[in-house]
Structures are given as C-alpha cells and as structure tokens.
C-alpha cells in the first residue's frame, strides 16, 4: 500500500473572523473536494488538526499531483476571504513534526501562491491557490 502521510490543516483568524463561517477545501487530481464548513471561533490558530493516511488513498495526495487549495464562501456562509487583510492560502512540505507552538516558524517556512478569486454569484466567492506535490511525508496546510 502507500507510504504514511500526514496532513496538517491549520485555519488562522483575527478578531474580525469570530463567530463567522467559511468552506475550507481541497482536492488532489480528479478527486472530489474534501471540505469542511469551519467556524471562527478563536482568534489566531482557529483550528490545527494533523490526519494520518496513505498515500494516494481518500484525502491523502499522491506525489505527483496538483492539489487545489481553496476558500470557499457560499450564500450561508459569513465569512469573506479577504487578501487586503492579508488572507492567505499555503503550504509547506516537510519531513517535520509540527505543533501549533511552531505557528511562527511554519508561517515563515511556507509557500503562498498566487490565489486566484472569482465571484461566482452575487453571494458566492471563491478563492483558490494550487501546488505540484513533489514528495516527502508531511504536507501542511495553512
């Protein structure tokens, strides 16, 4: 079977995020978003979870492939990614163990791309980054 992997989701916020909601999602290849509607409920690390998985197995990206990371605000959602205010969509690849005590060095370690924002209807945003996955096992999100 695939190699172990981990992926870690970090979702950061201010005081202007609390108690609004927002889809944060990704897919890898072809496969179908794996999404979560998350709610702001603490300012700065909102949320930090580490998954475990195999490699090219649900959630968990083959090396090789183009993962798309994405903001999503839908109708219900009140939430607004807002890159003047410095939102930003990345990810850092690693063979590290990190906690949420290493927040500084894993924002100062990552790469942001060039998101991409597009206003689908006059209630839905979406903003989006994506990445070539070139390998090592642990793939953070931020």
Known sequence: MGIPLKITSIVLADEKDLGKTMVNRFRW???SFFSENHLFEVSEISKFETLEGLEGV???????STI???????GTNTGKFNV????????LI???EYTADDIETIL?????????????????FL??????????????FT
């Open 29 to 31: 290849g072809s496969s």
């Open 58 to 64: 649900s959630r968990f990206p083959e090396r090789g």
């Open 68 to 74: 798309n990371i994405q903001a999503y605000k839908g």
């Open 84 to 91: 003047e205010r410095e939102n930003k969509l990345g990810y």
């Open 94 to 96: 690693t063979d590290l």
């Open 108 to 124: 100062a370690e990552a790469t942001y791309s060039e998101i991409q924002s597009t206003q689908q209807t006059l209630s839905t």
């Open 127 to 140: 903003d989006q980054s994506s990445l070539f996955l070139t390998g090592l096992t642990t793939t953070i």
